[in-house]
């Protein structure tokens, strides 16, 4: 491949966000950071098009040396589902730029700080060389540091702080992990560890793993970052977190403890499948007890990575598909949901549920595009998010009926507090007087709202749109497993 | 072409009423509702022809391919509309009801704020009940299935600001959304099985040799039924539909009666191959009988006059599922498309009444209306004699088919379906009657002032009722061939063909005890109402009474455990997580935290203290090297 593509996408953001940062007026930092946003995802849906979905390789392919000592390269590559997941990202980044107002304080270092962090996400996306891929890991959580910890709520501190110490973590563990490979393999290649037999250790590395990726996701046990570090980043931040760096989790499992660590896997999937379930089933209660929205919305995204675990640990071809397909919705019906909270936020500035009501009088373009989303996050058909949890529970039923009929709930629980939620906001009297004057959403913000509500229902009607792009690659992925008929 | 068309008219308003309903555009809004109207009329109008080519010419079955939905690794799906005699017989229920609904609303929800809110959910609604209906596999009829639900939930919900109303649409899906996971189950394990969904292959006889080998015929069976039981509120899921009458009238004619809750009972005649070689139809027939005789009784004491026509929806769906829990399928579509009618009929009837008396809906606050609404009055008559099953009135084809398939069983489920089923005619007639008298005959209660308001509704509203009120009266000799097996063509089986074949050989008795009971029936309304003999008697059995008002107490009986020991499990989790799951990961870094203050404390910065510290461990190195010397 001549044209880097990949790089560009990874590094074009971050340095541009040099331009941002010393911008002369606020707004300015604004529109440069939209301009190179969007010709970010115009160049990601490049990726789309020129991709050869029946080529199983990485493609677009970039090598060069980096350390010839260690055997450490600048390595990145591409396959269906990186490729999908970078598009999520360059669009939830640009709709998050959007979004947020150039008022705020310090405006350019936050407009610069979405850059960086779209730009290391994209990079970790495709980074095929592991310490490639461990430094975009560590080094997404600084931004995502900044941005909690500088434009969040009066709790941020201690927000931030959890949210970093968890995740170091679990990089530490990972680190460990890649070292212990390495020391077997000779090497960072992600796709010479695949090629590898007989690895050892492999069960204590994929503890390692396991707990690293898990906390990102986040898995109950580990989960306790989540709603902290959601209630108090900004709307734009809370998109970011839960569209993409909890991506990040599900996709080192895919990318790396299921291919690279077979044996292990198999031993421990099932295990992984009752977690799974029982995240699903905890956090909806979870969901449910919340009065502050922004806290069930978080609750809920960790049952629907519930769904997401669920599948890739029944290493059946059609969940692990439902999977990657529910990491794509997940991304746009959270980001929408956190988007709506931060529209209704910047209102009446109160995230209480009791203080508010009667919003689908006041706010029917609200209330539809909220209605949407709630559909869509109960799984109704016709939503991409129906798609992904039925072949999920229809793949994963092959390889733990109990924990995949134990899941099935969720879909009844999530209908109980997304329920619930809408009719409190938008039915139920209320006496805040702030409603009364509130206003329907801006063309702004309508404009944020209207690709992600075209795409949940586009991929609703035609899924194939993103069953086409990674079918060979997911196939790639399991072939030790499918080989051995499981 | 043509067909497929007719199928996404209604989806055609729903898009444009829907986006219209958002912005203020009050000029075009006007018009909206009757080009939603025209629509459906259009739509109608194909599928009556459409039912004139199935039915009096016996076109064959066939699949009309719209797109492939799903396809990854092996599991593939299609959108495709499958015509057969079942589903063109439903599609032209559907739209013939929708489109009367439709008018009729033009005027019943005129003025109304939301009116073309109103009519894109009605459009929203038509349009999956006929993807429900046509679907050629289960995960399309699935689409349809939690579509209706959602067009359901929408329209109880439509005065959202009443308390009731949102209370009653969020019951309404949660209850239909627990059957559903029954339903989900049902067709994973079915996909497990034959890796396929589509009906084709599901009712073929190797896939039911398939799941019979599996030894999940059964459960899959049993699944569907439950399914099928939350949206056609039987016992047990029946409590949203009364609830659901919060919703404007004109949709509970549409939805809660005539087609959206029959759809349990065509899922099952849908799959009557699968059930007819399980072991579940005494479970669906016991079913049937038990919510016919208790949604009969709960409604004798009912006040408000929707609420005892929705519990005798409930009644009279019981009655279709036991009559394909004794395998007379045909008997069930038969009594569905009647029933779809004469329900209908009345609903909007009561509609009418409740439009006339300023939304008045308790009958015992009401009365004398029979000469001042007399062409309401003559069409609830038609709608109440078709309920009750008088000849030459429909019903009494459809249910004496059913009761007389029963009889001919001659096996204890057939007497026991026979006995429930004719005692249960009489509890119709009572509470039938008892509407009719309360409403029109008896004097009014009505003040002077709310009187003089009362006064026959328009034509716009009379048209439709009259045309519901033609079916009510020709839907049974229409319909009577539907009971013939051979008459499906193979898109419903029959499971004892020899009962419904030897129908005509039943007793002299046996035919005729229904109806005299429903004789019975009427004469003790008539007495006990407007005639008030055996008050006395009856103020005796007030607390049988009041268990029957109460609806048995189980509305009161779920909210006390089921939802109770929800929000008690949500809110012990969340003292968990806040306590002990996220108090060990504070616990942690306070520890750490006081740690390191320990630590923290030796680094003083001051040069004799960190001499003092290498000194001291210098000695100590000293002692142990020397010691390891010696030894």
Redesign the interface.
Same mark, same amino acid.
């Given at each position: 491949m001549d044209f880097p593509i990949l790089s560009i996408l990874t590094f074009m953001p971050i340095l541009l966000s040099v331009f941002v940062m010393f911008a002369r007026k606020s707004c300015q930092s604004k529109i440069t950071a939209i301009i190179v946003s969007s010709a970010n995802f115009i160049l990601s849906l490049l990726l789309l098009v020129k991709y050869d979905a029946l080529n199983t390789s990485m493609q677009f392919v970039e090598f060069s040396k980096w350390i010839e000592s260690f055997n450490i390269n600048y390595h990145l590559g591409v396959d269906g589902i990186s490729i999908v997941l970078i598009v999520l990202t360059t669009l939830l980044s640009l709709l998050a730029v959007i979004f947020s107002d150039h008022n705020l304080k310090r405006p350019r270092v936050y407009f610069s700080a979405f850059l960086i962090l779209q730009g290391l996400a994209i990079g970790l996306f495709s980074a095929v060389d592991m310490i490639l891929f461990y430094v975009f890991f560590e080094a997404m959580l600084i931004p995502m540091f900044l941005i909690i910890g500088l434009w969040g709520g009066e709790n941020r501190i201690y927000a931030t702080f959890?949210f970093f +110490?968890y995740t170091l973590f679990g990089s530490v563990l990972f680190l460990v992990a890649l070292v212990v490979i390495y020391m077997q393999t000779g090497s960072f290649d992600l796709g010479s560890w695949v090629h590898y037999s007989g690895l050892e250790y492999q069960h204590w590395l994929f503890v390692a793993l396991f707990i690293a990726f898990a906390i990102k996701v986040p898995m109950? $046990?580990v989960? %306790?970052w989540l709603p902290d570090a959601h209630v108090q980043a900004p709307t734009a931040g809370s998109v970011m977190l839960a569209g993409v760096l909890l991506k990040v989790g599900t996709y080192a499992m895919l990318r790396i403890i299921i291919p690279v660590l077979p044996e292990a896997t198999l031993d421990y999937a099932t295990i992984v499948m009752g977690l799974s379930a029982a995240a699903i089933i905890?956090a909806s209660? +979870?969901a449910? !007890?919340?009065k502050d929205i922004k806290k069930m919305i978080a609750y809920s995204s960790i049952a629907h990575m519930g769904f997401i675990t669920l599948g890739l640990f029944s290493l059946n *071809? =059609?969940a692990v #598909? $439902?999977a990657v397909?529910q990491m794509i919705n997940h991304g746009l019906v959270s980001g929408g949901l956190f988007f709506a909270i931060g529209v209704i936020y910047n209102r009446l500035h109160t995230r209480d549920l009791d203080k508010f009501g #009667?919003l !689908? *009088?006041k706010m029917?373009?609200y209330a539809?595009v909220f209605m949407v989303l709630l =559909?869509a996050s109960v799984g +109704? @058909? &016709?939503t991409a998010n129906?798609?992904g949890e039925? %072949?999920i =529970?229809? $793949?994963s039923? &092959?390889s733990s009926p109990t924990f %995949?009929?134990i899941s &099935? %709930?969720g879909?009844?629980l999530g !209908?109980?507090y997304m +329920?619930?939620l809408y009719?409190e906001m938008?039915?139920?009297?209320t006496s805040n007087p702030d409603i009364a004057n509130v206003k329907d959403l801006t063309a702004k913000e309508i404009l944020v709202f209207l690709p992600l509500l075209i795409l949940i229902i586009v991929l609703g &009607?035609? @899924?194939?749109l993103i069953?086409g792009i990674i *079918?060979s690659s997911?196939?790639q992925i399991l072939s030790p497993y499918l080989l051995q008929g499981v | 072409m043509l067909y497929k068309l007719s199928v996404f008219l209604p989806f055609i308003g729903f898009v444009i009423l829907g986006l219209a309903s958002l912005f203020k555009l009050e000029a075009v809004k006007a018009k909206l509702p009757v080009f939603a109207t025209v629509l459906l009329g259009l739509s109608c109008a194909i599928n009556s022809y459409m039912f004139y080519e199935y039915f009096i010419g016996s076109k064959a079955s066939e699949v009309l391919m719209l797109a492939n939905w799903i396809n990854a690794s092996g599991f593939s799906v299609d959108f495709a509309i499958l015509l057969d005699k079942l589903s063109v017989l439903m599609l032209f229920v559907v739209s013939l009801i929708s489109f009367l609904v439709h008018t009729y609303s033009l005027e019943y929800m005129k003025g109304e704020k939301g009116i073309v809110r109103f009519y894109s959910y009605l459009g929203l609604f038509t349009f999956v009940m006929y993807m429900l209906v046509a679907a050629p596999n289960l995960m399309q009829l699935f689409l349809g299935w939690e579509g209706v639900g959602v067009a359901s939930y929408l329209l109880i919900g439509f005065w959202y600001s009443k308390d009731s109303a949102s209370a009653a649409s969020m019951k309404a899906f949660i209850i239909n959304r627990i059957a559903d996971l029954a339903l989900i189950t049902a067709m994973i394990l079915l996909f497990k099985n034959l890796s396929s969904l589509d009906f084709a292959v599901l009712l073929s006889a190797e896939s039911l040799e398939v799941l019979k080998q599996s030894g999940e015929l059964n459960l899959i069976a049993l699944l569907l039924f439950i399914g099928a039981m939350g949206k056609s509120a039987q016992f047990g899921f029946h409590t949203w539909l009364p609830d659901a009458m919060e919703g404007p009238t004109p949709v509970s004619a549409l939805i809660h009666s005539a087609t959206m809750v029959s759809a349990g009972v065509f899922l099952v005649v849908r799959m009557s191959e699968l059930y007819s070689v399980s072991e579940v139809m005494n479970v669906i027939a016991i079913v049937g009988m038990v919510t016919a005789l208790f949604a009969s009784l709960v409604g004798l004491a009912q006040r408000d006059i929707k609420k005892v026509i929705a519990y005798s929806t409930c009644s009279q769906l019981g009655y279709m599922f036991f009559a394909c829990g004794i395998g007379a399928y045909s008997a069930a579509m038969f009594h569905l498309f009647t029933h779809a009618f004469f329900k209908a009929l009345l609903f909007l009837g009561a509609g009418s009444v409740i439009h006339a008396a300023h939304h008045q809906q308790d009958m015992f606050k009401l009365g004398g209306l029979g000469k001042l609404m007399p062409f309401t009055f003559i069409l609830m008559w038609v709608g109440s004699l078709g309920l009750l099953g008088v000849p030459p009135f429909s019903g009494y084809f459809s249910k004496d088919f059913i009761l007389e398939a029963a009889f001919m069983l001659h096996s204890d489920i057939g007497l026991w379906v026979y006995i429930v089923g004719t005692f249960g005619a009489m509890l119709t007639a009572i509470y039938s009657c008892r509407v009719i008298f309360l409403v029109f005959n008896k004097p009014t209660k009505l003040s002077s002032e709310d009187l003089a308001h009362v006064h026959e509704v328009k034509l716009v509203m009379l048209i439709p009722m009259a045309i519901l009120g033609l079916g009510a009266i020709f839907a049974g000799y229409l319909g009577f061939a539907m009971t013939e097996t051979d008459f499906w063509q193979g898109a419903i089986t029959q499971a004892n063909q020899k009962a419904i074949e030897n129908i005509h050989h039943i007793p002299f008795y046996a035919k005729y005890l229904p109806l005299v009971l429903v004789i019975i029936g009427s004469l003790l309304a008539y007495f006990v109402i407007i005639k008030a003999k055996g008050v006395k008697f009856l103020a005796k059995f007030d607390c049988v009474k009041n268990v029957f008002e109460n609806k048995f107490y189980i509305d009161e009986l779920y909210a006390n455990t089921f939802e109770r020991l929800f929000k008690l499990t949500a809110s012990v989790s969340y003292m968990f997580d806040r306590c002990v799951v996220d108090g060990f990961v504070n616990f942690v870094s306070k520890v750490v935290m006081k740690l390191s203050k320990i630590v923290r404390r030796m680094q003083t910065g001051l040069v004799y203290d960190y001499n003092f510290v290498f000194l001291l461990v210098l000695i100590v190195a000293l002692a142990v090297f020397i010691f390891k010397n010696i030894y």
């Open positions: 959890k +110490l109950i $046990g989960h %306790t905890y209660f +979870l449910f !007890a919340q *071809d =059609l #598909e $439902g397909m #009667e !689908a *009088d029917p373009i539809f =559909l +109704l @058909p &016709v129906f798609i039925i %072949t =529970l229809v $793949g039923f &092959v %995949t009929i &099935v %709930t879909i009844l !209908a109980c +329920l619930k009719r938008f039915f139920k009297a &009607v035609q @899924p194939n069953f *079918d997911v196939q | -």
